[in-house]
C-alpha cells in the first residue's frame, strides 16, 4: 500500500520504552508523522537529538534516521493523531496483583484528542478484560465506541537483543473490541509486518499472550527443577538434558539463577490473578523459578565455608545474556544478597555496563585473577570462551552451565 492510500498516516504513541520507541521509530522510517509521548524530560529531550536511552542493536540508527527526517518527534503532551498506540508499563502489585494504573493515565490522557475513524491500540501486555476496560473509559469520555472509534489489542511479542527484527517477522495477534475493529486494525499492521496478522477477540489476544510468557516460565522452572534434582544427584544437568533432547519430541530450555525480565517473571501473574485455583501448575512454575536465586546463594554459602576470608567474583548482572538490562535480574538480586551476607569480598563484573550506580565494576580478567570462588550467573558471550582448564584453581559456580 502506498503512503497516499493509506487511511492512516499520523501515529501518537504513548510510552517510549523498550517497545514504544522501536516501533515509533520503525513506523516514522514507514512514512507515517509520528509522535512519541514520554512522561520523563530526558528521554524526550534525548530522542529528539536523534539519541536514545536504551539499549538495542541498530535501535540508535532508526532513532536518528526517523528525527532527522522529521518524521519522529519526542513529546511530554500527546498530539491529535489517526492512531494512538499504548506503549506503557503493566507491572504487578506487591500482592501480584495487576497495575493498570498506567494503562489507564494514558487512556484518560489521549481521551480529549481522538476523533471519529481514530484507531486506538494497546499494545501493553495486559490481563484479560483490560482493552475492554480501555473502552470503557473512552466510552466514559463521550466516545461512541460501538461505530466511531476502533479499539484493539495486539500485543508486542519481540525480543530484547532482536527487538527491530522481531518487529516486522513475527506473527502479530490483533484482537478487537469488535469484528470492526479487529479488521482495521489488522489492516494497520498487515501494512508493514511481514509475518501473518491473526485476527482474533481483544480478550483472547489478551490471554494468548500471557500463555506464551507462561509457557515459556513453565518449561524454564522444569529445567530448574531438574537442575536441582542433578545437583543431588551429582549428575551434570546440562549432559543429561542435550542427551534427552535427543529424543524427537522432547525439548527442554535451560536452568539458570532465576528468571528474570519484566516479561516472563511478570506475566504468569496476570493469569494467576484472574484464574486463582485454575492456575495451579503456572503458579508453581512462578515459585519454583522465584526460589531459584535463593537455591544459588545456598550453594555459595556451603563452598565459601571451605576458605578463611574468599573473594567472589560475580560474573554478570544481566537478567539474560548479551543485553544490558538488569531490570528484575536473578543475578542482581543474587549479588545483592551476597554482600548483604557479608560472608566473602565480593567484586563484579557487567561487559555490556560501562558502570553500575550501586556496585564497582571490575573487567573480566580482574576478576578472574582476584577470585577464590567464581559465581556465574549470566551466559554472556565473553565469559563462554572460557575453559575448566583456565580456572583449575577456582571453585567454580557455574548456574548456566557454559564452562567446558
Ligand atoms: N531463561 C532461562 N532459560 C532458558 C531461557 C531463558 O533461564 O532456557 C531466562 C533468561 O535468562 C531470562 C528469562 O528467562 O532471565 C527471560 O528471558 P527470555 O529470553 O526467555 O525472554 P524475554 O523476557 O527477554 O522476552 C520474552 C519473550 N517471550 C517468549 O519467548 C515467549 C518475548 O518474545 C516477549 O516479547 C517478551 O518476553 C515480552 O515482552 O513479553
Redesign the pocket.
Known amino acids: 500500500m502506498t503512503i497516499l492510500q493509506r487511511k492512516f498516516n499520523s501515529v501518537c504513541v504513548i510510552g517510549l520504552g523498550y ?1 514504544g520507541l522501536p516501533t515509533a521509530s520503525f513506523l516514522g522510517t514507514k512514512g507515517y508523522q509520528v509522535t512519541g509521548v514520554d512522561v520523563s524530560p530526558s528521554v524526550v529531550d534525548t530522542i529528539n537529538q536523534g539519541k536514545i536511552h536504551i539499549v538495542e542493536p541498530d535501535l540508535d540508527i532508526l532513532v536518528k534516521s526517523a528525527v532527522n527526517s522529521g518524521q519522529l518527534k519526542a513529546s511530554l503532551e500527546p498530539v491529535a493523531a489517526d492512531i494512538f498506540i499504548i506503549a506503557v508499563p503493566t507491572p504487578f502489585k506487591d500482592d501480584h496483583q495487576p497495575d493498570l494504573s498506567y494503562v489507564e493515565t494514558a487512556t484518560k490522557m489521549i481521551a480529549p484528542l481522538i476523533r471519529p475513524g481514530n484507531l486506538v491500540i494497546l499494545e501493553s ?1 495486559s490481563p484479560v478484560g483490560t482493552t475492554d476496560r480501555v473502552a470503557e473509559l473512552l466510552a466514559e469520555a463521550g466516545h461512541n465506541t460501538h461505530d466511531d472509534i476502533y479499539v484493539a489489542h495486539c500485543p ?5 537483543g532482536r527487538i527491530l527484527i ?1 518487529l516486522v517477522q513475527n506473527d502479530r495477534i490483533v484482537g478487537g473490541i469488535n469484528a470492526k475493529s479487529t479488521e482495521v486494525a489488522v489492516e494497520f499492521y498487515q501494512a508493514f509486518v511481514s509475518g501473518e496478522v491473526l485476527g482474533t477477540s481483544a480478550r483472547t489476544a489478551e490471554l494468548s ?1 500471557l500463555t ?2 507462561a ?2 516460565d513453565v518449561n ?1 522452572a522444569f ?1 530448574n527443577e531438574l537442575s536441582m534434582i542433578c545437583e543431588k544427584e551429582k549428575i551434570d544437568t546440562w549432559e543429561l538434558i542435550s542427551l534427552a533432547n535427543r529424543h524427537p519430541r522432547v525439548n527442554i ?4 539463577p ?4 519484566h ?3 511478570v ?1 504468569p501473574w496476570f493469569i494467576i490473578a484472574r484464574a486463582g485455583e485454575s492456575a495451579r501448575l503456572i503458579k508453581t512454575a512462578r515459585e519454583v523459578n522465584d526460589a531459584k536465586p535463593n537455591w544459588v546463594l545456598g550453594k555459595v554459602q556451603e563452598k565459601a565455608q571451605r576458605f578463611k576470608n574468599p573473594t567472589i567474583a560475580c560474573l554478570g548482572l544481566a ?3 548479551d543485553v544490558d538490562d538488569c531490570r528484575e ?2 543475578a542482581l538480586d543474587i549479588v545483592r544478597r551476597l554482600i548483604e551476607q557479608n560472608i566473602a569480598e565480593v567484586i563484579i563484573c557487567e561487559p555490556n555496563l560501562q558502570s553500575h550506580s550501586e556496585f564497582e565494576l571490575v573487567s573480566l580478567e580482574q576478576a578472574v585473577s582476584k577470585a577464590d570462588i567464581i559465581l556465574l550467573l549470566v551466559d554472556h558471550k565473553p565469559f563462554k570462551v572460557m575453559t575448566a582448564a583456565q580456572l583449575s584453581d577456582k571453585v567454580v559456580i557455574d548456574t548456566r552451565g557454559i564452562i567446558k
Open positions: 517497545i501486555t508486542e511479542r519481540v525480543l530484547p522481531e499472550k506464551e510468557n509457557f515459556r524454564i529445567a530450555l535451560q536452568p539458570g532465576g528468571v528474570g525480565g516479561c516472563i517473571a506475566d537478567f539474560k545474556a535480574s536473578p
